[in-house]
């Protein structure tokens, strides 16, 4: 077996977005949220499923699901390889907009139902805590309770998730061992027993995608280092452009203290002509 990197975005459409599997993405929701009895999941409605022409051009993973449950709660799934700018008041405007969009009318909001936010995110974003899962909900500063739950979030950050696959017991664990580490492996793990997560390996072996699937597979790859490119050339300029300023800088303040060129290039470690243009100074 060869599987897949579930953080592409063909990848991680087609196995949470696949209507005919939806176990899957019940096991994932049940196994995050930690969810108990009583309270988990049983039915979904996909709102945007896996179709392979009509996302080879999309720029963001982005699952929308509407859970079908006692609740009738909303849940969007996402998964982000980079951090963009303004990260956290994407999230909370996108939640926010999907909460109130439940409605048409001001005096329908008792129809308003909870919606969750869950986040796959493979960078660390919060500094002030270790766990590689967290929970972001409205409470009393005081009282730490919480009486307004029309929005939740939840992250899951990749890089703190540094367990070994002997130590996963949990499934929640087992889950994203799969997602950070699929790629490495050869074999379904022995000790994976939950048929959605069972669905999710298979699914992900790249023997069971067509070749069209496995095209925009490659492409979407693609397409995600040619962003990373052009963000690293961009803080390379940058860089350089900062030290360039400060160099103008100290040479300046040398010269106008009455140090010579000579002694200058030295100090700073810069040629004659390159000094003689930044003083404007012509031969």
Known sequence: ????????????????????????????????????????????????????????????????????????ISYIVEMQVEEPDGFDLRVQYYTAKQFSSQIVKGDDYPKLNQVIFIGILDFKFFDDDDDYITRHRTVNVKTQKSSLKGMEYNFVELPKFTKELKNCKSLVDKWIYFIKNAPNLDLIPADVKDAGLKHAYQDADRHNW???????????????????????????????????EREIEIVKEFYKNGVSIEIISLSVKLPFQRIKLILNIND
């Not at 897949?4 to 459409?13: C, G, P, Q, S, Y």
């Not at 988990?40 to 009509?54: C, R, T, W």
């Not at 925009?216 to 280092?225: F, G, K, N, S, T």
Request: charge should be positive; glycine fraction near 2%; aromatic fraction near 6%.
């Open 1 to 72: 077996m060869k599987f897949v990197d579930i953080k592409n975005d063909i990848a991680f459409r087609k196995i949470f977005g696949n209507e005919n599997k939806k176990e899957i993405l019940i096991s994932f929701l049940n196994a995050v949220l930690e969810l108990p009895k009583g309270k988990k999941i049983k039915k979904i409605e996909i709102k945007n499923p896996y179709q392979l022409p009509e996302i080879k051009d999309l720029k963001s993973s982005i699952l929308d699901v509407r859970v079908t449950d006692e609740r009738d």
């Open 210 to 244: 067509t070749k069209e699937e496995l095209e925009a597979y490659h492409y979407a790859e693609m397409r995600r280092q040619d962003e990373k490119g052009k963000t690293e050339l961009a803080v390379k300029k940058a860089a350089k452009t900062a030290r360039e």
